[in-house]
């Protein structure tokens, strides 16, 4: 599976974006994905997972409530929707799969890296 992250930008804070991980090859709909980012100077760290079905998610305690991620099997397409952006959301965000059917907090779990798509909040 290779991944494709889209969807960055630069917003005032308070705004909204959208991010999008296209994926290619046919064992999208079978696994787990998930949302990193890394601030600079920062490690990596979690965002939000979802199983194969999007039926189960889980979401880091700093975006719980406001960001919201979901995916479209038949487009084989993950989504982070980002609400009331924080300037410490700042960061370049990754997605993720897992070659399992339930996603991961642990980004060592991984199989599959998006690029990355940098997304900058301003105050």
């Known amino acids: 599976v290779q991944l494709q992250a889209s969807g960055g930008g630069l917003v005032q804070a308070g705004g909204s974006l959208r991010l999008s991980c296209a994926a290619s090859g046919r064992t999208f709909s079978r696994c787990g994905m998930g949302w990193f980012r890394q601030a600079p100077g920062k490690e990596r760290e979690f965002v939000a997972t979802l199983s194969w079905s999007g039926g189960n998610t889980y979401y880091a305690d700093s975006v719980k409530g406001r960001f919201t991620i979901s995916r479209d099997n038949a487009k084989n397409t993950l989504y982070l929707q980002m609400n009331s952006l924080k300037p410490e959301d700042t960061a370049v965000y990754y997605c993720?799969?897992?070659?399992?059917?339930?996603?991961?907090?642990?980004?060592?779990?991984?199989?599959?890296w998006g690029q990355g798509t940098l997304v900058t909040v301003s105050s």
């Open positions: 993720a799969g897992i070659k399992q059917l339930y996603g991961s907090i642990r980004h060592g779990d991984y199989d599959y």
